[in-house]
């Protein structure tokens, strides 16, 4: 036997392809394997940007004796949860289930049907903290499965029926109305942090989506509250450890509830969600800090995740070696954290009033914030007593001019963390539209620009004739994984935002043909939408999972891309679909209104109409230009932008019949099947896109 990963597209897979583990990717092939020699499966679940995952790596998986043991006894497979997140999630129940958590590495052990019977994540390569060694772990395994393979048969099918037999509700409430989402702006506001931002306690995770509900809620009632929810959590974010001051771009989370220590992997989802959280918050006040942290974002994710073939790239490592020791072994934050030493040499020459003042106001200290002395660079709080006050001012203009460029040149000598260049269908789409909506609001054509390339990648890479998607690639290279339901909703979406600002019907078009296999292909009878295909790989389990996590689930991202294109077109169909599936939301949010956050959005959206926006006017018509960059500026929750020339046959639905007033540039606004008069005014048009105050 042979390690059989080299052939594969996926960094994670790529990364063990030199273990001595004789290591299976995810294939018929394995399961024949494990059934023709009567041993069970090792699944081992993880990615490329995993601290831990790297660490059981060089303790286990590295080592040639445990390798050999497994290897006998074992058929080994390994897994990219990114590039087959419903592998992912039906094992990831079972741990869950079994054990009360979950996390990376996931390690399950199953029989040749796939039905698992043991389940764990981390484990050392000796015993420590009530934990067996993993070959302790195998040991254990293999004298079960040899002695009692009676009871592990039965403990297998018990899990697997068990698995099998979850699903959704299948009686959906109707889709929130106002009283709901009132009501969880009450539950959120009783789990806010008031002193430092965000929900609960550590470890904090950036709420990308409850923030996108808390400013669409404002948005549409004018609620105070929710808005300053919302700026305070982005303001703490952004003078916290877990924002990158020299780089820009967001940590996964951090570890701390003071937002002070991240984990330090860089995801591009987190990213793409936070670039457009920060892009809407300045939409909403016009924080000048908001603006800032939204282009450092978008800005970030060119640099450092775009790939060659226009694409982004999944992640950046946690881990990467030392300046002293560029061959030593990884260890994570040694790219971003600092010592007073490591400071004052990068500002060598500085007069010592300003190095001092940069000390202080970065957070670097003798003691450190992180391990052995060093600190995690952040701002210092904002001024006030918890209320907001003080939260408007920028709070990289104390830093001294100089300081963070030098730093920065100091950082980049340094070695740098790995990448994961694997092209993640659904989270491009993320990025897309990110990127489409910060390069329209703050006149970056060049986002755009970026925006349209990733896209062009996606259509010439990822998209078959028939509509369907590939979820990953990797040097232009499709992967093996099908895409689900999330990839359709999120490129659907990036393919809305990117007709918004550019006016051309091919990406309008585009998400149309995706959102067609999702009514197809991803839709039960009942409406319940599924995380794969109805002609997807069999596993144990459909996964289905309606519940916000990192990025908006499968669920809501579709409920809300079908929501918009609904107003695009006018047909019901994709209204009826997106408010049927909308009614988990009012299953979900009383419970967990943090899990629901996208969902909650969505429903913003359409309590609010959505609005629906058309521009007409002469392309290079400076009013028209106008008219359409206050339509996207405008904070109307999910309103569908539309624009083109008068009188065009190819025109869109949402452009048919809308003639230039008094042969002017016009804007057009509908909700709610009743139309305003057209207007020419820029300020008539502003005032007809802000909310409905009581």
């Given at each position: 036997?042979a390690?059989?990963?080299?052939?594969?597209?996926?960094?994670?897979?790529?990364?063990?392809a030199?273990n001595?583990?004789?290591?299976?990717?995810w294939s018929?092939?394995?399961?024949?394997e494990?059934?023709?020699r009567d041993?069970?499966i090792?699944?081992?679940?993880?990615?490329a940007s995993?601290?831990?995952?790297?660490?059981?790596a060089?303790?286990?998986?590295?080592?040639?004796?445990?390798?050999?043991?497994l290897n006998?006894?074992f058929?080994?497979v390994?897994?990219?949860?990114?590039?087959?997140?419903?592998?992912?999630s039906?094992?990831?129940?079972?741990?869950?289930?079994?054990?009360?958590?979950?996390g990376?590495?996931?390690?399950?052990?199953m029989?040749?049907?796939?039905?698992p019977f043991?389940f764990?994540t981390y484990?050392?390569?000796e015993?420590?903290?009530?934990?067996?060694?993993?070959?302790?772990?195998?040991?254990g395994?293999?004298?079960?499965?040899?002695?009692?393979?009676?009871?592990?048969?039965?403990?297998?099918?018990?899990i697997?029926r068990?698995l099998a037999?979850?699903?959704?509700p299948r009686?959906?409430?109707?889709?929130?109305?106002p009283?709901?989402?009132a009501?969880?702006?009450?539950?959120l506001s009783?789990?806010f942090?008031?002193?430092?931002?965000?929900?609960?306690?550590?470890?904090?995770?950036?709420p990308?989506m409850?923030?996108?509900?808390?400013?669409?809620?404002?948005a549409?009632?004018g609620?105070?509250?929710?808005?300053?929810?919302?700026?305070r959590?982005?303001?703490a974010?952004?003078?916290g450890g877990?924002h990158?001051?020299?780089?820009?771009?967001?940590?996964?989370?951090?570890?701390?509830?003071?937002?002070t220590?991240?984990?330090?992997?860089?995801?591009?989802?987190d990213?793409?969600?936070?670039?457009?959280?920060?892009?809407?918050?300045?939409?909403?006040d016009?924080?000048?800090?908001a603006?800032?942290?939204?282009?450092?974002?978008?800005?970030f994710m060119?640099?450092?995740?775009?790939?060659?073939?226009?694409g982004?790239?999944?992640?950046l490592?946690?881990?990467?070696?030392?300046?002293a020791?560029?061959?030593g072994p990884?260890?994570?934050?040694a790219?971003?954290v600092w010592?007073p030493?490591?400071?004052?040499?990068?500002?060598?020459?500085?007069?010592?009033?300003?190095?001092t003042?940069?000390?202080?106001?970065?957070?670097v200290?003798r003691?450190?914030?992180?391990?052995?002395?060093?600190?995690?660079?952040?701002?210092?709080?904002?001024?006030?007593?918890?209320?907001?006050?003080?939260?408007?001012?920028?709070p990289?203009?104390?830093?001294?001019?100089?300081?963070?460029?030098?730093?920065?040149a100091?950082?980049?000598?340094?070695?740098?963390?790995?990448?994961?260049?694997k092209?993640v269908?659904?989270?491009?789409?993320?990025?897309?539209?990110?990127?489409?909506?910060?390069?329209?609001?703050f006149?970056?054509?060049d986002?755009?620009e970026?925006?349209?390339?990733?896209?062009d990648?996606?259509?010439?890479?990822?998209l078959?004739?028939?509509?369907?998607l590939?979820?990953?690639?990797?040097?232009?290279?499709?992967?093996?994984?099908?895409?689900?339901?999330?990839?359709?909703a999120?490129?659907?979406?990036?393919f809305?935002?990117?007709?918004?600002?550019?006016?051309e019907?091919a990406w309008?078009?585009?998400?149309?043909?995706?959102?067609?296999?999702?009514?197809?292909?991803f839709r039960?009878?009942?409406?319940?939408?599924?995380?794969t295909?109805d002609?997807?790989?069999?596993?144990?389990?459909?996964?289905?999972?309606?519940?916000?996590?990192?990025t908006?689930?499968?669920?809501?991202?579709?409920?809300?891309?079908?929501?918009?294109r609904?107003?695009?077109t006018?047909?019901?169909r994709y209204?009826?679909?997106?408010e049927?599936?909308?009614g988990?939301?009012?299953?979900?949010a009383?419970?967990?209104?943090?899990?629901a956050?996208?969902g909650?959005?969505?429903?913003?959206?359409?309590?609010?109409?959505?609005r629906?926006?058309?521009?007409?006017g002469?392309p290079?018509?400076?009013?028209r230009?106008e008219?359409h960059r206050?339509?996207?500026?405008?904070?109307?929750?999910g309103?569908?932008?539309?624009?083109g020339?008068?009188?065009?046959?190819?025109?869109t639905?949402l452009?048919?019949?809308?003639?230039?007033?008094?042969?002017r540039?016009?804007?057009?606004?509908?909700?709610?099947f009743?139309?305003?008069a057209?207007?020419?005014?820029?300020?008539?048009?502003?005032?007809?896109?802000?909310?409905d105050?009581?």
């Amino acid at each position: 036997m042979a390690n059989r990963l080299a052939e594969e597209t996926s960094p994670y897979l790529l990364q063990h392809a030199d273990n001595p583990v004789d290591w299976w990717p995810w294939s018929p092939g394995a399961f024949e394997e494990a059934r023709r020699r009567d041993v069970p499966i090792l699944l081992s679940v993880g990615y490329a940007s995993c601290h831990w995952c790297h660490v059981m790596a060089r303790e286990s998986f590295a080592d040639p004796d445990v390798a050999a043991y497994l290897n006998d006894r074992f058929v080994a497979v390994k897994v990219d949860r990114e590039e087959r997140p419903d592998v992912d999630s039906v094992y990831m129940d079972a741990v869950q289930a079994a054990t009360g958590q979950g996390g990376w590495p996931m390690t399950v052990f199953m029989n040749a049907e796939g039905e698992p019977f043991y389940f764990g994540t981390y484990f050392p390569p000796e015993p420590r903290h009530g934990m067996p060694s993993f070959r302790q772990l195998l040991e254990g395994v293999h004298t079960a499965w040899s002695d009692r393979r009676e009871e592990v048969g039965n403990v297998a099918g018990r899990i697997a029926r068990d698995l099998a037999g979850r699903r959704g509700p299948r009686d959906f409430p109707e889709p929130p109305g106002p009283a709901e989402q009132a009501a969880a702006l009450l539950q959120l506001s009783r789990e806010f942090d008031a002193a430092r931002g965000g929900f609960g306690g550590a470890p904090k995770f950036p709420p990308s989506m409850v923030l996108e509900f808390l400013l669409r809620h404002h948005a549409r009632t004018g609620a105070d509250g929710a808005l300053e929810m919302a700026r305070r959590t982005c303001d703490a974010m952004a003078r916290g450890g877990i924002h990158d001051q020299l780089g820009g771009g967001f940590a996964r989370y951090s570890v701390d509830a003071e937002w002070t220590v991240p984990h330090f992997e860089k995801m591009l989802y987190d990213n793409a969600l936070l670039c457009r959280v920060y892009t809407h918050l300045w939409r909403a006040d016009g924080t000048s800090w908001a603006r800032r942290v939204a282009l450092d974002t978008a800005d970030f994710m060119i640099r450092e995740l775009r790939t060659p073939e226009g694409g982004f790239a999944s992640a950046l490592d946690a881990d990467s070696a030392e300046a002293a020791d560029p061959d030593g072994p990884h260890i994570e934050g040694a790219y971003y954290v600092w010592t007073p030493a490591e400071v004052r040499e990068a500002l060598d020459g500085v007069d010592e009033e300003t190095v001092t003042a940069a000390l202080d106001l970065l957070g670097v200290t003798r003691e450190g914030t992180f391990e052995e002395g060093r600190s995690v660079l952040r701002l210092p709080p904002a001024p006030g007593d918890g209320t907001g006050d003080g939260a408007e001012d920028d709070p990289a203009d104390a830093l001294p001019s100089g300081v963070r460029r030098r730093l920065l040149a100091a950082r980049d000598r340094r070695p740098r963390p790995a990448r994961d260049d694997k092209i993640v269908a659904a989270w491009n789409g993320l990025a897309i539209a990110a990127l489409a909506e910060a390069g329209a609001c703050f006149d970056r054509p060049d986002l755009v620009e970026a925006a349209e390339r990733a896209a062009d990648l996606l259509i010439g890479r990822h998209l078959d004739a028939d509509g369907r998607l590939t979820r990953t690639s990797l040097g232009g290279e499709p992967g093996r994984g099908a895409g689900v339901l999330e990839d359709y909703a999120d490129v659907a979406e990036g393919f809305h935002a990117l007709y918004a600002v550019t006016g051309e019907s091919a990406w309008l078009d585009l998400a149309g043909t995706l959102l067609e296999v999702v009514l197809t292909r991803f839709r039960d009878a009942d409406g319940s939408l599924y995380d794969t295909a109805d002609d997807a790989e069999r596993l144990i389990r459909r996964p289905q999972d309606p519940t916000d996590g990192a990025t908006p689930s499968g669920w809501t991202a579709a409920t809300g891309a079908l929501l918009t294109r609904a107003a695009h077109t006018g047909e019901s169909r994709y209204r009826e679909a997106a408010e049927r599936a909308l009614g988990i939301v009012t299953a979900l949010a009383p419970r967990a209104p943090r899990f629901a956050g996208w969902g909650l959005a969505v429903a913003e959206a359409a309590l609010d109409g959505p609005r629906e926006v058309a521009v007409v006017g002469p392309p290079g018509d400076p009013l028209r230009a106008e008219l359409h960059r206050v339509a996207l500026r405008s904070t109307a929750p999910g309103a569908a932008v539309a624009l083109g020339e008068p009188d065009d046959p190819g025109t869109t639905p949402l452009l048919r019949d809308r003639p230039l007033r008094e042969g002017r540039a016009t804007a057009y606004v509908c909700r709610n099947f009743v139309c305003s008069a057209p207007t020419t005014d820029p300020g008539e048009l502003a005032e007809r896109l802000r909310p409905d105050l009581p």
